[in-house]
């Protein structure tokens, strides 16, 4: 999402059928934090099941 609200044009799901034009990326099990890095890329942790957090770049 943009900072006002709107879908930027170059959104991964803008005018694909039967998808939100909101969404990013998907596949994330339970993300409870999230960040900007150095480089101005998204970076979310996840807490594993049992264990095995993870740190991952997100991307489209």
Same mark, same amino acid.
Do not use: C, W
């Given at each position: 999402?943009?900072?006002? #609200?709107?879908?930027? +044009?170059?959104?991964?799901?803008?005018?694909?059928? *039967?998808? %939100?034009?909101?969404?990013?990326?998907? #596949?994330?099990?339970? +993300?409870?934090?999230?960040?900007?890095?150095?480089? *101005?890329? %998204?970076?979310?942790?996840?807490?594993?099941?049992?264990?095995?957090?993870?740190?991952?770049?997100?991307?489209?």
């Amino acid at each position: 999402m943009a900072k006002d #609200g709107s879908v930027p +044009p170059d959104n991964p799901f803008v005018n694909r059928a *039967g998808a %939100l034009p909101e969404i990013y990326s998907f #596949g994330h099990r339970n +993300p409870q934090g999230a960040a900007l890095d150095a480089t *101005g890329g %998204l970076r979310i942790h996840e807490h594993g099941p049992q264990g095995g957090d993870e740190l991952n770049r997100v991307r489209p």
